[in-house]
């Protein structure tokens, strides 16, 4: 059962690893316009050509 | 692209203008659903100076928030920041479609914010700087925190929930107590600072009931979140079988999805108010004594200063017209159509749209004390008094939690005094208790069922915006229509029964001006090639001189008619050798509009029409309708004190409507509706908004929100029972947190259950 001391600190360091994802993400700003993050998406990078 | 027609000038230089950006692409994303809003009388406004609202940082870089109005979908953020990302110096330029918001950063000197504010306005949107740190709801704080509580419960739930299921098979397969115990230090150590973050919403919610003597379903939550943890760790110390960590855990985490999603819908409210206020911020041109003019904000014009009007543009103050005349569209503040007409020594009020014709102005009054500052205030007002309403979940808070309360603190008295217990065993019965009885069901009842609700009404293309919408309208046994845009679709048509000629001169001259009626006419016969050279009178109509003589289109004075008496919705066309023919103009009913009247009086509601038009066009539609009861000529402030006065006498009002004018009314009502084709401002104080033309909707969710009452009230009583049976069991001590985790997830699961078959219902 030693294996569990290494397997739980790893699943936990694991989520913790997404947790500091989302909040980066949030306070990056990432959550402040969900309704036009979903037409953002469609939108192509275009090279300024005019 | 030769043959297309523009609604206004405003979209046909749109047009030029992304065409020769070569962002012709813009009309293949728009995605637009339902009607869009109308086109935005004034042509583009002088761009105001931003230059008080630059914020320069350190690194040279300038930053500008703007409001944008006009915003309709995506396609729009795309045009909006591409064309601006074109423009040499810009650094950033970033349009966020909930907040209705620009932000353009911008290398200092390489720029010139007023070029970039001009290109932006000249593609149709308005564009008013504000300061983001003077709006309420530009600070998103609390939001985030919510979110970021959340995410942490989350987080903590799983890892907890993944060791106790390892305990709890433990159990049955023998586990060493020291791994067990080993588990149980993981998930204190995980539990603990994640309960003391993540329940703070919850913790001062809670203090704030007990501060104000009064109990609120947080205080049972927080009460069992604090203790379940304590009394779990005490156990864990002692070595002890049972912890209740990914209880509480578990609990918190659900409750925060729900708070969060409530949050957000207020927010939205709110984001639109201040959105009204930004409207009214447009530059005042000032006229000094010595002739000289300068753009002032409205807010510091002085009653008695004279304020120029151009033709187009937005009224900025209350006063008294000193010379000129003109019509104006008066609809941000009566919600009517028909554009009335105002000479020297009439009165003007702030937000009314100067169609044709440039005014002087002298100021009464201006900012926080004009007519549309006073709309505002009324609807916040009358949105404070509706707070009174306590909902369903309250309510049976009010009587639950004391009774959940007693009943453990009766556990732990029975197991102390009468069976003799140590204190900590029997202490951790009445925890037990606590949990059992935690309202997570309780909590889960009645907002699932308002989720089931809100979705099946999506479907049919209502928008449930205030949780509590639905309980409120269970009880109405009162509708109150607006008439014009709510009953008839508030769009003029000319009646068929024109003469086609005069038509065809009629649609020629009437190409130029941007009145309703004269609008009308341009639809009727839009093919007709326009006549140069047309003079507008305002208040009068238009005048066209050509070889054969002079041609006048306008109103029965106007061409030397007289009065006859009828509805002002006619227009007289009189030329020099023939008789004036008149074109008439109906402003149609909705569809479905009897139909609907008929099965709201069916389900018990008495029906009414209160408008702000003259009495005789609201007669004549409630004669259409069939509708006995109804008022005229109200102002917002009047159909504010009707509704309260309905209240008084004991009558659950519903109230529909569409215009600005209706928004204090829609706030004051107990619950109110509005078509998707209704103001931004208007849509923000309804409860719910609906989309399409049919007034059919409205008995629909009638329907809907009283079999969604009955399930939660079935819900209520499930949860209720289920606690019933479960508490006997915990008090007697035979709850362990498996049985706790399984009682709370079967229990939700039913009432989830119940809640589901709200989708299977048809609306008519």
Same mark, same amino acid.
């Given at each position: ?50 | ?13 749109? /047009? ?27 042509? $583009? ?29 995506? !396609? ?106 080993? /588990? ?57 079988? &049972? ?34 206020? !930004? ?83 002298? =100021? ?19 949105? !404070? ?12 808070? *009010? ?5 959940? &309360? ?23 019965? $009445? ?40 309980? *409120? ?76 003589? =002079? ?34 103009? &109906? ?35 409630? =004669? ?17 004190? &009707? ?46 908004? /609906? ?74």
């Amino acid at each position: 059962m030693t294996i569990l001391l290494y397997l739980i600190p790893v699943a936990l360091f694991l989520g913790a690893l997404g947790l500091a994802a989302f909040l980066w993400a949030l306070k990056s700003g990432q959550y402040d316009d969900l309704e036009g993050a979903a037409s953002r998406i469609l939108f192509d990078e275009e090279p300024p050509s005019a | 692209m030769d043959g297309v027609q523009f609604c206004c000038r405003g979209c046909a230089g749109a /047009f030029e203008l992304i065409k020769g950006l070569g962002l012709g692409r813009y009309d293949e994303r728009r995605s637009l659903t339902g009607v869009t809003q109308g086109a935005r009388p004034e042509a $583009a406004p002088v761009a105001a100076d931003p230059s008080a609202w630059v914020v320069a940082e350190p690194d040279g870089t300038c930053r500008l928030s703007l409001m944008v109005d006009g915003l309709q979908c995506g !396609a729009c953020v795309w045009l909006i920041e591409q064309s601006l990302q074109r423009e040499p110096g810009v650094r950033q330029a970033r349009v966020s479609l909930s907040t209705r918001r620009l932000t353009l950063s911008w290398l200092k000197g390489a720029a010139d914010p007023i070029a970039l504010i001009d290109r932006v306005q000249r593609l149709g949107y308005r564009l008013v700087p504000f300061d983001p740190c003077l709006l309420q709801s530009a600070d998103d704080g609390e939001s985030k925190a919510l979110l970021r509580a959340m995410a942490v419960a989350g987080f903590a739930a799983g890892n907890i929930m993944l060791l106790s299921v390892s305990v709890w098979a433990g159990h049955a397969e023998g586990m060493a107590a020291g791994t067990r115990d080993l /588990f149980h230090w993981i998930s204190a150590l995980i539990a603990v600072p994640v309960i003391a973050y993540a329940g703070q919403p919850f913790f001062r919610s809670a203090l704030q009931a007990i501060g104000n003597r009064r109990t609120n379903m947080d205080v049972p939550i927080s009460l069992a979140v604090i203790l379940a943890p304590a009394i779990s760790l005490i156990e864990t110390f002692r070595g002890g079988e &049972h912890a209740y960590f990914d209880s509480a855990v578990t609990l918190l985490f659900f409750l925060l999805i729900g708070r969060y999603l409530d949050r957000r819908v207020r927010a939205r409210a709110r984001l639109a108010v201040e959105q009204l206020a !930004a409207l009214n911020a447009t530059a005042a041109t000032v006229v000094d004594d010595d002739g000289a003019t300068r753009d002032l904000p409205p807010t510091s014009v002085q009653p008695g200063m004279r304020v120029l009007v151009s033709a187009g543009g937005r009224v900025p103050v209350d006063g008294v017209i000193e010379s000129g005349a003109s019509d104006l569209d008066l609809s941000i503040l009566s919600g009517e159509s028909v554009p009335v007409s105002r000479k020297a020594g009439d009165e003007v009020f702030a937000g009314a749209v100067n169609l044709t014709a440039p005014l002087r102005i002298v =100021t009464r009054q201006s900012g926080a004390k004009t007519l549309l500052a006073d709309i505002i205030g009324l609807m916040e007002a009358a949105e !404070a008094r509706r707070g009174r309403y306590v909902r369903i979940a309250d309510r049976v808070a *009010r009587l639950y939690s004391p009774v959940v &309360h007693s009943v453990a603190l009766l556990t732990f008295l029975g197991w102390t005094l009468l069976g003799d217990m140590a204190w900590q065993p029997a202490l951790l019965i $009445a925890v037990a208790v606590l949990i059992i009885t935690c309202p997570c069901a309780l909590a889960l009842a009645v907002p699932v069922v308002q989720v089931a609700a809100s979705q099946r009404l999506m479907r049919s293309g209502i928008l449930l915006k205030a949780g509590d919408a639905l309980e *409120r309208l269970r009880e109405v046994d009162y509708v109150v229509f607006d008439k014009t845009g709510t009953l008839t679709t508030g769009e003029l048509r000319l009646l068929d029964n024109a003469d086609p000629e005069a038509l065809t001169i009629a649609s020629a001259i009437a190409a130029g001006s941007r009145h309703p009626l004269a609008r009308a006419i341009r639809r009727a016969a839009p093919r007709v090639a326009p006549k140069d050279g047309v003079r507008e009178i305002a208040g009068s109509g238009l005048e066209f001189t050509d070889g054969a003589g =002079t041609w006048r289109l306008g109103s029965h004075a106007f061409v030397g008619e007289a009065d006859d008496g009828g509805d002002a919705q006619s227009l007289w066309l009189a030329g020099s050798d023939r008789p004036p023919v008149r074109f008439q103009f &109906h402003d149609d009913f909705r569809p479905d509009g009897p139909a609907a009247i008929q099965r709201l009086r069916a389900m018990g509601c008495t029906v009414e029409i209160c408008s702000g038009d003259r009495p005789a066009a609201v007669r004549a539609v409630a =004669t259409g309708l069939g509708i006995e009861s109804w008022h005229g000529g109200m102002r917002p402030a009047d159909k504010v004190a &009707h509704l309260e006065q309905l209240r008084a006498a004991g009558r659950r009002v519903l109230m529909v409507g569409d215009g600005l004018n209706d928004a204090p009314a829609l706030a004051a009502a107990q619950v109110s509706m509005a078509p998707a084709t209704g103001t931004d401002v208007t849509q923000s104080a309804a409860d719910i908004v /609906f989309q399409g033309a049919s007034l059919a909707a409205i008995p629909d969710v009638l329907a809907l929100a009283r079999t969604a009452d009955r399930l939660m009230r079935q819900n209520l009583s499930l949860a209720l029972v289920y606690n019933l049976a479960a508490v006997p069991l915990a008090m007697l001590g035979y709850v362990t947190p498996l049985i706790a985790a399984l009682a709370m997830s079967s229990s939700s699961i039913l009432v989830i259950a119940n809640a589901l078959r709200l989708g299977k219902m048809r609306l008519q």
